[in-house]
């Protein structure tokens, strides 16, 4: 008899253009389609990463060219991922554009609505799995301190962010610039 085993997975997960796909061609150095536009991602994308798998997951909210509908069902397969999943994931990977996430967190909230980035992390936290915060696109703001501060602020950690070196890597992908966030893949394989 064959006993197959599943390869832990570490997953990549966050909003449409947020440099998913991105991060994982830095990672993996696996030919993925990028662009300009949200969406380009349309279902998971795996490849070898050390002795797991790394997940490209496709991205929540808007998506060019697809209907509200398509939009939310693509939603409820993202959570149903982790759900049916969860076992097999060793860590998750959230990545935000830090250039825009306190001024989109903002505008959900002066709506008196959850974000949604808020409530990937907390949900992904509720299940019990480790979140890695990869803050993306840190080459295009102009006070990486604060800014940096006032995300963890926003995901219910303490300030200052550097006491969370374990949990949150500043990046800038397209740029190659990942050495914070392999330093934490490193600690956690």
Request: net charge positive.
């Amino acid at each position: 008899m064959h006993v197959i085993t599943v390869a832990k997975e570490i997953v990549l997960v966050g909003r449409s253009n947020v440099g998913k796909s991105t991060l994982f061609k830095q990672l993996t150095g696996k030919k993925v389609r990028v662009g300009r536009r949200p969406g380009i991602t349309r279902k998971p994308y795996k490849a070898k990463f050390g002795n797991v798998l790394l997940v490209d997951m496709p991205g929540f909210g808007f998506m060019k060219n697809l209907s509200k509908v398509a939009q939310k069902r693509n939603k409820e397969s993202i959570v149903e991922y982790f759900e049916n999943k969860k076992e097999d994931i060793l860590l998750v990977v959230q990545v935000i554009d830090a250039a825009s996430f306190i001024d989109i967190v903002q505008r959900w909230e002066s709506r008196d609505e959850i974000p949604s980035e808020l409530e990937l992390y907390e949900f992904l936290s509720d299940l019990g799995l480790d979140v890695i915060v990869a803050a993306n696109k840190m080459d295009r703001i102009a006070n990486p301190e604060e800014t940096l501060d006032q995300i963890v602020e926003k995901l219910g950690m303490l300030p200052p962010w550097r006491q969370w070196l374990d949990r949150v890597a500043p990046i800038s992908a397209k740029k190659g610039e990942i050495e914070s966030l392999r330093n934490i893949l490193r600690e956690c394989l």
